[in-house]
């Protein structure tokens, strides 16, 4: 049995965090790869070391003073040091590094510190090896991860033996310059040392005991999900439940290894399991609805035009929107009309010249704008090929009084969309909860 572990910001945030972190090594010989984030908050007035990094290096770019900036991340990670009693030489790293410090200095490379410094004490204090990210994952020339040398590297990295902690975030170009991934990176370097060494499990520790069947700030302690599909996930993270860094879950789908989000404050529970597909014996086999997810501030445009070629005019708006790089996030179709929902805020001021365009492309007998519409969709693989599913659904929201405005069911069954006014928003999630998870 092999474990790939992933601790995020908040669970090696300080000392008191890197002992739970231990205790949760030890608790199983078979967690052997340990990916760290940097160092995060430790309360909520606090600040994370990758923000104060890129902060850092703002003020070195316009010749501003940053060392006392400097001086605050290399105080947490001292703390950190004498706290746990260990040895590493903070101060010295921390003064070759200033002295390397430029104009040029790229950001990745300064802002790749927060990870590797936490990496660096995490080793020491699991006494396992620690392994740049700069020597096991790499990108090629497009700027893009290059798989098959990061997979080899980190098999062979893993295969010494002994347990390794790798910092996340980051990997090297081919020129042998740091690059950063987006923000919340380190997910995947969790879910490529995984790949990589063929894990049974790659467990993700943050500070939540998994993904929750809808948004607490809405809903009043919602259940957690115990299992869940990749497919699943996907829809719910789309409508916005934000959990895992997206591009994380491609390679471990790949390889069809489960993915656990665990918690670090309460490793006792057993987080979420997300799998590729569910056997029957899983658990929640009672429950109907696996999550409810949903996001506000959207924007209808309804097309009518007579006898119209629905192929050729949908296609032309289309082209239009894509152009203007929007997406739109639903098509409902008719015979002379359809509608697409698209996001406000990505549309912005553009709307009107869009119009414009779509009037002199298309001569649509009317085009009609509908703002301050949520979408809140209901997902769950046990909706797919069951009779009367989105009948419950809307009957649920009509006798709550909510008006639906637009419907989309996926093409796979897994999910059900409804666009309804903004201001019913938590109304429609918190009746659908209430009808569907409990
Ligand atoms: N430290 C980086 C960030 O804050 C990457 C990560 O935590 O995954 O985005």
Partial sequence: MLKVAKFGGSSV??????????????????????????????????????????????????????????????????????????????????????????????????????????????????????????????????????????????????????????????????????????????????????????????????????????????????????????????????????????????????????????????????GTMIVEKISKKSANQDRFITGIAGRRNFTILTLRKRNMNLNVTLSQVLKILERSHITAEHITLGLDSFALVVSSAVLGDRLYEIIGEVQNVCAPDDIQVQDQVALVAVVGRKMTYRPGTSGKIFRALGDAGINIRTINQAADEISITVGVDNNDFEAAIRVLYEGFAG
């Fill in 13 to 270: 945030a300080g000392a008191d965090q890197f002992k739970k972190v231990k205790a949760i090594i030890q608790e199983d010989p078979a967690r052997r790869i340990v990916i760290v984030s940097a160092a995060g908050k430790r309360s909520s007035s606090d600040h994370k070391l990758t923000d104060l990094l890129y902060l850092c290096h703002a003020h070195l770019t316009y010749g501003v003073p940053g060392d006392n900036i400097l001086q605050l991340i290399q105080d947490r990670f001292a703390e950190i040091r004498s706290d746990l009693g260990l040895q590493y030489d903070v101060e010295s790293d921390f003064a070759a590094l200033r002295s390397r410090l430029s104009r040029d200095t790229t950001a990745d490379e300064l802002v790749s510190r927060g990870e590797y410094f936490t990496a660096r004490l995490m080793a020491e204090y699991l006494d396992y090896d620690f392994v740049d990210a700069a020597d096991c994952v790499f990108f090629g020339f497009d700027g893009q991860l290059d798989l098959e040398k990061t997979y080899a590297a980190i098999k062979e990295a893993a295969a010494k033996g002994r347990g390794i902690v790798i910092p996340g975030f980051y990997g090297s170009l081919p020129s042998g310059k740091i690059r950063v991934m987006s923000r919340g990176g380190s997910d995947i370097s969790g879910a490529l040392a995984a790949a990589a060494v063929d894990a049974d499990v790659y467990e993700n520790w943050t500070d939540v005991s998994g993904i929750l069947m809808a948004d607490p700030r809405i809903v009043k302690d919602p259940a957690p999900i115990e299992y869940i599909t990749y497919s699943e996930l996907r829809e719910l993270a789309f409508m916005g439940a934000s959990v895992l860094h997206e591009d994380s879950v491609q390679p471990v789908k790949d390889k069809g290894i489960p993915l656990n989000i665990r918690n670090t404050n309460r490793p006792q529970d057993a």
